[in-house]
């Protein structure tokens, strides 16, 4: 990514989150903490290409740092939920027109879809430099490396939504949570990893789809 648009990408992040803390209240104030750790594998991502950094010793505790934080990008996607706490519709069953209703749904919505963009911009890149480090860089491959991050994004976001785990809090007392990690492995666990995976993996490819044809 060109250091123009990463520049614009920090400043968008910093105005929005700075907007999301004076405007965003409670009960959805959480959406400033989850767009801030979303946030944190694009920015480690800017850092992370083919060829950078160029010492093995950096390159893989970075990727295995990315690998930790990104399930906060797509995380957000479960956030949606929380709009069942406005009670949307009328008692006709139709969508209410409440002005503070659209806010709060405008602004997890506009976090949420730039974090999963960044965030698969982001997992195309390291995948590619992973592959690129394994020496079996192709398309095949790519999409191999990208299917096991989707999928173990799909076991954090699990973690973080259903053992209410996030990742700052698990890197400062990981042997706290060891247990907890142990028992989760059920099926309601399975099915949901598939699932979001499944979800993942659509918008994923149609990314991928739209940025090939663009180059084309």
């Not at 949420?112 to 963009?117: A, G, I, K």
């Not at 990208?146 to 990742?167: A, E």
């Not at 492995?185 to 490819?205: A, G």
């Amino acid at each position: 990514m060109f250091k123009n648009a990463r520049w614009q990408i920090r400043i968008f992040f910093l105005i929005w989150m700075l907007y999301v803390w004076i405007f965003v209240k409670d009960p959805f104030n959480f959406i400033l903490l989850n767009t801030f750790l979303g946030y944190i594998p694009i920015e480690i991502g800017f850092h992370i290409s083919d060829t950078r950094p160029k010492s093995g010793f950096i390159f893989w505790p970075l990727t295995l740092v990315w690998l930790l934080f990104y399930p906060n990008a797509p995380y957000m996607l479960t956030d949606l939920f929380h709009l069942a706490k406005l009670q949307p519709f009328t008692t006709n069953v139709l969508l209410r027109l409440d002005s503070n209703m659209w806010f709060l749904f405008s602004c997890l919505l506009i976090s949420t879809l730039s974090l999963m963009m960044l965030g698969f911009w982001s997992l195309t890149n390291v995948s590619s430099a992973i592959t690129t480090r394994l020496h079996i860089n192709n398309k095949f491959s790519n999409l191999f490396v990208s299917i096991i991050i989707m999928t173990l994004s799909s076991v954090g976001i699990f973690i973080g939504r259903f053992l209410r785990l996030h990742t700052i809090i698990f890197m400062k007392a990981p042997q706290e949570y060891i247990q907890p990690l142990l028992n989760m492995w059920n099926r309601p666990m399975i099915v949901f990893v598939i699932l979001l995976t499944i979800v993942q993996l659509v918008i994923y490819w149609l990314f991928i789809l739209i940025i090939q044809n663009s180059k084309e």
